[in-house]
């Protein structure tokens, strides 16, 4: 039998949820819709009305509005109504005409049938944007040809047991020990805590070579406080580490600082060699800056290739910062090669984006010193010394930051004790630049130099920045101002006001996750500095629910890895990297996703202004 | 004028007589209270003597709305062949060869006509004079008498729209397509009687819609109703 009302059949069969129907249930739909039209301007739903049907726009568009403010315009083949259905309760928003629109219209009895029956249509109707985000991750990131040390952490390499004694037993005891379970390498261990470790190279260096009777406790040839790698860490982080310090053994702890086992070189060559460690390899041996500037050149092409391989935007972030931090070293190496030791000691610090490691390609340097209380910051070999940095990082495509936020602008190089009343004057007689600098100096991290000045500085920092209700205040005005567009329309990017842009600037929506998650951090006076640990910390604390903590992380990770792409697109095709993308190369899984991306972080940041103090 | 010379034969019982029976809505009835039938035939060709009614496309307007249960497609066997015009419609003799016959489709054509309460539904259709020669044919040929309809015709109401705006007359600016596309109402791809049906009362609601507009008030069936 031939299907009556093909069109309205056929039309539905186009769009989502309908598309996911079996074609019996499909023939039998249209019979149970019934049609309406809206001359344009006309008011289709008013808030507050009990509403029973959900509407579809068949042709023309309509939008829905909260008060006077947009929430979204929705044109041919989508839907409006149903959160009146789902929630049987009156309809929150007016939906007005934009267009001369007919629309079809299902009865409630029929939807909740289709969604009763049919999980797909369930899932399009109430899902939360938590599972439509998880899934555009799982599809955007679905793995095609591996490249493990991107991937790998460092606890999936742990293999045996790592051989521990306790420090007091003889160096024979230990080599012995050693020799049963053929391994190069022993953990000291005194009362669970990880206190040396002892090498093939030691016994060779220590023991042998400088005669040691083998009667002698382990204690006086191990290693002291050996360097650790946290269990989370990625394998590309521990070739890092190792080809930095050359050493070959490092063991592993927990968060707690336990230790879960040992890693070595041995367990790293069994992962692909890759382009990174490489660059970081070279980048030691250069002799000039003309060296580092054109190896920094491969950062773009490093970038697009863990983008193919589909790593994630936050592993991308740390590689790109772990490579960036080994420009600068090897920048700052040169400069006190060419000035002379250092007249004090101070700390290099990263700022911004770069301190959190979730710098884009392209971004400008934010950086400052740290100086010791006893170093004079008068010296004119500071000023010589972060020139030389600043222009070598710009020379390596880091543009200057154009508000000045850098090591060489005097105001940018104090001592600990500077700083510290800085950062308080900005606590307590905040104005808008005075905030924008505290946020900026809350993402700090320590790159080169005496890091315990910056430890040491920053708990400080945020135990006063937390009890700050002013600071923390206007942070909030800050991170709630910014809101990202509510989605698309047409091939167009959707604001607010209901204008279209052709392009979508994907940093508004990245920076305001990245304010909202400064924000809770400091109100939990955590120390954490990337956007993920903050919520996670925010999350401990109980100031953000999971299921906000879980919605925000994604929306960040699935902005953040879209604005790689795209970057990493542009440098393939020699073009300056920006954050502007064209929403018609979007797929449309990619546009859905990045709506709801939009949709968590205006629920954040509406969250955010109303639970905390306004500022005054 | 419609249908009203058949009254002056005496109405056999059946559903003729059920529609001569529903009373008609008042003109001055509010339009968003005036239940409609929107009609549109397919035949052999033009002249209702000589040529066949192949096929009723029937959907009703309630409430300034069309709820599509009550759509209905009905095929008419024809006494001969279907000729040309099965090119157009896309109704082959095999397909109409299985349908029923016109004495046993028109009651239920007829039954449409009659809304609860019983009230006398309005026909509606576009360039309504085929559909009303045809119907008061089929009556006639199978009850021997007519009834009289209340007719809202689209193309009308389209006239009177343009009247007061500048327009240039060409080929087929009135036809249904031609007049969907003014108010930007989507093209539909293939034609049944059916579908123009529906296609035509969707013409109405965005024709209301505008005139409603331009009057300022809602309206009554006298600002639609053929003369």
């Known amino acids: 039998m031939e299907v009556e009302l093909a069109e309205v059949r056929d039309f539905l069969a186009a769009h989502p949820p309908f598309d996911s129907l079996p074609g019996e249930v499909l023939d039998d739909l249209p019979s149970r819709c019934t049609l309406r039209y809206a001359r344009r301007g006309s008011l289709v739903l008013r808030a507050g009305l009990t509403n ?125 020990a050693m020799a049963d379970a053929g391994v190069s390498s022993l953990l000291v261990m005194e009362d669970d805590r990880l206190v040396g470790i002892l090498t093939d190279r030691d016994l060779r260096r220590r023991v042998l070579a400088a005669e040691v009777p083998p009667d002698r406790p382990v204690r006086e040839v191990m290693t002291g406080r050996p360097v650790t790698v946290r269990a989370g860490a990625l394998a590309l982080e521990v070739m890092l580490e190792m080809t930095g310090r050359n050493i070959h053994h490092l063991p592993v702890v927990d968060e707690d600082g336990s230790v879960v086992g040992l890693v070595t070189t041995t367990d790293l060559v069994r992962l692909e060699r890759s382009n990174p460690v490489y660059l970081v390899t070279d980048l030691a041996r250069q002799t000039d800056v003309d060296g580092v500037v054109r190896l920094a050149y491969r950062i773009p092409r490093i970038v697009d290739q863990l983008v193919s391989e589909d790593a994630s935007a936050q592993d991308i972030g740390r590689v790109t910062a772990a490579l960036t931090d080994a420009i600068t070293v090897r920048l700052m ?30 971004g400008d340097q934010d950086n400052a010193i740290v100086l ?82 910056v430890d040491g500085l920053r708990e400080e920092v945020v135990a006063l920045g937390s009890r700050s209700e002013l600071l923390l205040a206007y942070l909030t005005g800050q991170a709630a101002r910014h809101r990202p567009p509510i989605g698309f329309f047409r091939g167009f990017v959707l604001e607010d006001a209901g204008e279209h842009r052709d392009t979508l600037d994907i940093k508004r929506g990245i920076s305001a996750v990245v304010q909202i998650a400064r924000v809770h951090a400091l109100r939990a006076g955590s120390l954490a500095l990337s956007t993920s640990e903050r919520l996670a910390a925010a999350r401990a604390r109980g100031v953000l629910s999971p299921e906000a903590t879980t919605d925000l992380t994604d929306a ?27 929403p018609a190369r979007l797929g449309s899984l990619d546009r859905r996703h990045l709506r709801d991306a939009f949709q968590i972080v205006r629920t954040a940041q509406h969250w955010l202004s109303t639970r905390l103090p306004p500022v005054p | ?12 019982p059946g559903p003729l007589a059920d529609v001569a029976d529903a009373p008609t809505f008042p003109r001055d009835t509010p ?44 095929r008419v066997r024809p006494r001969g062949d279907v000729g040309d015009s099965a090119v ?70 389209e006239r009177r729209l343009l009247r007061s705006e500048p327009h240039e007359l060409t080929r087929g600016f009135f036809r249904l397509d031609a007049c969907r596309r003014r108010h930007h109402l989507p093209r539909y791809r293939a034609h049944s009687a059916l579908t123009d049906a529906v296609a035509c009362a969707e013409l109405f609601l965005a024709q209301c819609a505008r005139l409603e507009e331009r009057r300022g008030r809602p309206l009554l069936l006298d600002d639609v109703l053929r003369p």
């Open chain 1, 52 to 176: 029973d049907r959900l509407f579809v726009v068949r042709s023309g568009a309509v939008d829905i509005t909260d008060g006077h403010r947009l929430v979204d315009r929705v044109g041919s083949g989508g839907s409006f109504g149903m959160s009146a259905l789902i929630e049987h309760a009156p309809t929150r928003y007016d939906v007005t005409a934009r267009e001369d629109t007919l629309l079809i219209t299902i009865p409630q009895e029929d939807v909740d049938q289709l969604i009763s029956s049919h999980p797909t249509v369930a899932v399009h109707f109430a899902a939360t944007h938590h599972d439509r985000i998880r899934t555009a991750l799982g599809q955007l990131q679905q793995p095609e040809r591996g490249s493990a040390v991107f991937r790998t952490s460092v606890r999936d390499l742990l293999r045996v047991p790592p051989v521990m004694a306790p420090p007091d037993v003889t160096i024979t005891q230990a080599a012995r």
């Open chain 1, 333 to 362: 190496q040169l400069a006190e090669a060419e000035l002379g030791p250092p007249p004090g000691s101070y700390c290099w610090v990263a700022l911004g984006s770069a301190a959190r490691e979730e710098q884009a390609l392209g």
């Open chain 1, 372 to 453: 010791a209380d006893d170093a004079d910051p008068a010296d004119p070999w500071w000023g010589r010394f972060a020139e030389r940095v600043v222009s070598g990082l710009e020379a390596c495509g880091r543009e200057r930051c154009p508000g000045d936020v850098m090591a060489t602008n005097p105001t940018w190089r104090k001592t600990v004790r500077d700083w510290r009343v800085q950062f308080a004057r900005w606590s307590h007689e905040p104005e808008p630049d005075a905030v924008l600098w505290a946020a900026i100096f809350y993402d700090m991290r320590a790159v080169h130099g005496d890091t315990a000045l």
């Open chain 1, 556 to 582: 960040f990770e699935l902005l953040s890895y879209l604005r790689l792409r795209h970057q990493a697109a542009q440098a393939r095709d020699g073009l300056p990297p920006d954050n502007h993308i064209d």
């Open chain 2, 1 to 12: 004028m419609a249908l009203r010379d058949l009254l002056r034969r005496p109405v056999p």
């Open chain 2, 31 to 74: 339009l968003a209270e005036v239940e409609l039938l929107a009609l549109d035939l397919e035949t052999s060709g033009l002249d209702p003597r000589s040529h066949e009614l192949l096929s009723f496309g029937l959907v009703p307007v309630r409430g300034m709305e069309i709820p599509l249960a009550g759509a209905r497609h009905l």
């Open chain 2, 88 to 157: 157009v419609h896309g109704l082959t003799d095999d397909v109409l060869a299985q349908a029923p016959p016109l004495p046993e489709v028109l009651p239920e054509v007829l039954h449409t006509l009659v809304a609860p309460g019983p009230r006398r539904r309005v026909l509606l259709a576009h360039f309504a004079q085929v559909e009303t020669t045809f119907l008061r044919a089929a009556c006639r040929s199978v009850y021997g008498a007519g009834v009289r309809l209340q007719v809202v015709d689209t193309l009308e109401v």
